[in-house]
């Protein structure tokens, strides 16, 4: 009876490590400046009041943080970390892809349609804030079952 347990258990193991979901990630950082352009005229955005935002209607800077995480299928740098990263920031390098008007959500998306054409049929984390303060995260899930 205690043999076939322990099979059972070594069988319990296996089937939750065959089936774990795993992802890799890195991080990144982009100096940026945008603005949100209805900021300045919107009502419910210039309040005149504690919660006026209308000085995100001008051009300002940020440090833009980003943490990526992507699905890997094996445990043997399926995906490199550091060319993986090396790839990310050149999209924002190479003017592949810009921050402008964009909220974080947008930026987001952009760098997943980014991702997705590279690396198709994985699931994809992406978190991006401004100055580390304030952001988004998004996950994107693919069944992979």
Not at 35 to 41: G, I, L, S
Not at 46 to 66: C, K, Q
Not at 73 to 101: C, G, M, P, V
């Amino acid at each position: 009876m205690e043999l076939q347990h322990k099979v059972l258990m070594a069988e319990q193991r296996s089937r939750i490590r065959d089936r774990a979901k795993k992802m890799i990630w890195v991080t990144f950082r982009k100096e940026g400046i945008h603005m949100y352009p209805a900021a300045a005229t919107d009502p419910n955005l210039a309040t005149n009041d504690e919660y006026d935002v209308s000085f995100l209607g001008m051009p300002h800077r940020h440090i833009f943080h980003f943490t990526v995480g992507i699905q890997v299928f094996h445990n043997d740098r399926d995906i490199e970390f550091i060319q993986f990263k090396r790839w990310l920031t050149s999209l924002y390098s190479d003017a592949i892809l810009a921050l402008d008007y964009k909220s974080c959500e947008m930026i987001a998306e952009d760098l997943y349609s980014q991702i997705n054409a590279r690396y198709p049929g994985r699931n994809v984390e992406i978190e991006v804030s401004e100055d580390a303060e304030n952001g988004c995260n998004i996950k994107w899930e693919v069944n992979n079952e």
